[in-house]
C-alpha cells in the first residue's frame, strides 16, 4: 500500500508544475498599526463575544479599591495572592517573600531548602511592621490594592494609615505613614543588638539567626528595643527596610548611600522591536538602587551608559544572584528570533516523497474523523495540528491537499468564533475582564481551569495558531473574522493601559522576571507558576504570525519578542545544565528540566506526571513541535544531554507513544537518522502532532553540527539563521 502510494507521488511530483502564490490581500480600509505604533494592540473595531456571569471566579471588590474595579484587572500577576481569599499567602517580591495579613505586612529574607526532587525558599516573618494601635478601628481590615504597574504594586491599610510601595527588585522595603502614627516592628527572632545614628534616622538590628536588619527614616525617630520588638511614638514619613545581605561593610555602605531614593512603581516600555526598557518613578533624592536577576543581566544594554552594574552587591534568590544596578532606567535586548511559516533551514527534495506520504494520509484522516472533544485545550491542539498539515504542504509543494484542509479549518473555527459551538464556545467575562469559556464559567475544573483564567496563552495560542494560517490560505475569510481573531489574541496580548480596555495588560507575560505565568485566579502558597514553557512560546509565536497573515507589523514586532523573552528564559530557568550553577548541585546532577516553575520553587514533577516520567517533561517542555521550536532548543550540547537523561525512561512499561515522539523530535537535532528511523516506528502521535509534521521536523535538521556558544547570546540558530 505505502509503495503504491509513494509511486503515485512521486508521479504527481513529476506531473505537477508549482502554482503561481497566491495574490497578496488587498490592503485594509485603514492602518492597522500607524507609527510610531499606538501602546495597544486590538482590532480595528472592538469585538466583544457574548458576556456571562461567572459562579467560579473571586470577587475582586473585596482587595481592590474601586477606582479599580471599571478597569479591567490582573488575573496572573505577581502579586496575585494579595487578590484571592483571604489576601494572606506571601508573594516573592524580589528579594524579599512579603505577607500581609490583617493591618500588618510581614518581610522576609528567605533561607533556600532543597532535595533533588525541588527547590523552595523557607518564609518566616522576619520583621512585621503594623501600627501600634488602629487609628481607624472602623476602616477595613484588610490591605487595600490601590494601584499597581509593570514592576510594583500598592498596598494600603485603611486602618492604619500605612502604605507599602511594593517595587520588584528593591532591596529596600518602603512604607509611608501619614497623621503621626505609632509603629511596631516585632520578629520571631531574638534581638541581639540595637543601635541607632547620632540623626536617628538609622538603625541596626541584630538577630539570632544572623540576620542584620537596617531600618532607615525620613525624619528622626525615637525608636525603642524589647526582646523581640521595637516600637515608637508617633512619626510620619518614610521608612525603609532592607536586609544586610552579608557582614561586608562595604554592602551596609552602600545601603547607606542610596536609601534616600525610593521608586513608587515601575513600568516596561516597549520602546522600539527587540528592546525593552524599565522606567521607574522615583521619590527623596540621588540616585536609584535595584536589583537584577541573571537573564536582566545578560540582556542590559551595554551602550547604555545611564546605568552602573554594582558586580559585587548581591542578594541570594531562588532565580539566580541579584545583582546591584543603579539607574532610573534599564535598557534591556533581548537576541531577536526568526519568525518563520515554514522551517527555517529548509527541506530537501529528495526528502519530500516521504513527507508527502504521511501528508496524504493525515489529510484524509481530517475529514473520517469526528471531532468528538469539546475542551478549549484539546480542540486548539486539533486545529493546530492541521493548520501544521497546511504550512507542511506549502513547504513540500503538495498544494493538491490545500484545500480539503482549509475546508476542515473553516469547519471547526467558525462555531468557536460565531457562537455556534455546541457544547462550550468563548464568553466575556466583565467581572475581571476577559475570555473565558462557556465550561469554565460553570465549572473551575473545566478547560484546565481557562474560567479562572488559568492557561490562556496555552490555549488561545493553539487557536491563534489556525486562525493564522487559514487566514494566509484564505486572506477574505481571514478579513471576515479579524474582529474575533483579534479579540483572542488581546485577551492574553493586550499592551494598552487605558481604563476602557476590554482586557489587562499582558495577562500572562510577567515583565520582572520576562516569561509567563499560567496558574491564573487560584491561591497557592508558592505563587503562580507554569509548566509548559515551549506552550507559552507558541502563544506569543502565534500572535506573531497573526501579524503576519494580516500585515501587522507591530504585532509581529511584539509577538516575535515576547517569544524570544520566553524561550531565553526557559534557556535560564527551566532548562538544567549541567555546568550552571542556577541550582544546587544535588537537585542539577538529577534534573534537565524543570517541571513546574514556581515564583518561590522548582518542582520536578509534574501536574500530571511524577518526576521519573522524564519523556512527559522532556515532552511538556517541547510541544508543539513548529519553526519556533528550533529556536527554544538552539543549544545542541544541552539537547543531546536532555535526550540522552530521558532515554531509560522509555523502557518503563505504558509509556505513551506521543510522548516518545518528542524525544525522537529533540534527538533528531543531533542524530537525524536515528530519530528517523524511531519515528517510522510509532504506532500513535500526541493529538497536537502527526507522522507529517514529526517528518518534517526531522528532515529540516541539517546533516552538520550546528555551532553552539554556550552562556552567551548567540545560539546556533542565531548564527545559522544570519549566515
Known sequence: MLKKLKRKVRTLLKKRRKPSPPPPPPPLETPIMPEPPPPQIQPLRPFLFPQIQSTVLPDPSLFFSPALLSTP?????????????????????????????????????????????????????????????????????????????????TLDFPSSNLRFFLVRGSPFLTCSVSDSTAISISTIHAILSFSSNTALTKYTVKLNNDQTWLIYTSSPISLSQSLSLITSNGFSGIIRIAALPDSDP?????????????????????????????????????????????????LLDSDDSKVT??????????????????????????????????????????????????????????????????????????????????????????????PKIRKFLKDTIEPWLDGTFSGNGFMYDAKWGGIVTKQGALDSGADFGFGLYNDHHYHLGYFLYAISVLAKIDPVWGRKYRPQAYSLMADFMNLGRRSNSNYTRLRCFDLYKLHSWAGGLTEFADGRNQESTSEAVNGYYSAALMGLAYGDTHLVAIGSMLAALEIQAAQTWWHVREKDNMYEEVFTRENKVVGVLWANKRDSGLWFAPPEWRECRLGIQALPISPIT??????????????????????????????????????????????????????????GNSLTNLLWWIHSRGDEEVEVFEGGRKHGWFVHYCH
Not at 139 to 149: D, E, G, L
Not at 660 to 686: C, H, M, P, Q, S
Open 309 to 402: 552594574v554594582l558586580e559585587d552587591f548581591k542578594y541570594k534568590s531562588i532565580d539566580g544572584e541579584l545583582v546591584g544596578v543603579v539607574g532610573d532606567s534599564w535598557g534591556l535586548k533581548p537576541a531577536p528570533v526568526p519568525v518563520n511559516w515554514h522551517s527555517i533551514r529548509g527541506i530537501k527534495e529528495e526528502s519530500y516523497v516521504e513527507i508527502i506520504s504521511a501528508l496524504s494520509a493525515d489529510v484524509e484522516a481530517l475529514n473520517s474523523t469526528k471531532v468528538t472533544t469539546n475542551s478549549s485545550y484539546f480542540y486548539g491542539k486539533l486545529i493546530a495540528r492541521a493548520a501544521r498539515l497546511a504550512l507542511i504542504a506549502e513547504e513540500v509543494d503538495f498544494f493538491e491537499v490545500i
Open 73 to 153: 484587572l490582573p488575573t496572573n500577576s505577581f502579586f496575585q495572592n494579595f487578590t484571592l481569599k483571604n489576601g494572606d499567602q506571601p508573594e516573592y517580591i524580589h528579594p524579599y517573600l512579603i505577607k500581609s495579613s490583617l493591618s500588618s505586612l510581614s518581610l522576609s529574607y528567605p533561607s533556600r531548602f532543597f532535595t533533588s526532587a525541588f527547590i523552595y525558599q523557607v518564609f518566616n516573618p522576619d520583621l512585621t511592621i503594623y501600627a501600634s494601635e488602629n487609628s481607624h478601628p472602623d476602616a477595613q481590615k484588610t490591605h487595600i490594592i490601590s494601584s499597581s504597574s509593570d514592576l510594583s504594586v
Open 630 to 687: 528550533e529556536v527554544l532548543f538552539s543549544d545542541v550540547v544541552f539537547v543531546r544531554d536532555l535526550v540522552k537523561w530521558t532515554f531509560p525512561a522509555l523502557q518503563r512499561e505504558g509509556v505513551g507513544e506521543g510522548w516518545k515522539g518528542f524525544v525522537y523530535a529533540l534527538e533528531g537535532i543531533y542524530d537525524k537518522e536515528g530519530a528517523l528511523e524511531k519515528t517510522r516506528n510509532l504506532n500513535g502521535f500526541d493529538d
Open 250 to 298: 562595604r554592602h551596609e555602605a552602600i545601603l547607606d548611600r542610596f536609601s534616600s531614593c525610593y521608586p513608587v512603581s515601575g513600568d516596561a516600555v516597549f520602546t522600539k522591536p527587540f528592546f525593552l526598557e524599565y522606567k521607574w518613578e522615583k521619590k527623596g533624592w540621588g540616585d536609584l538602587l535595584m536589583l537584577a536577576h541573571p537573564f536582566h543581566l545578560r
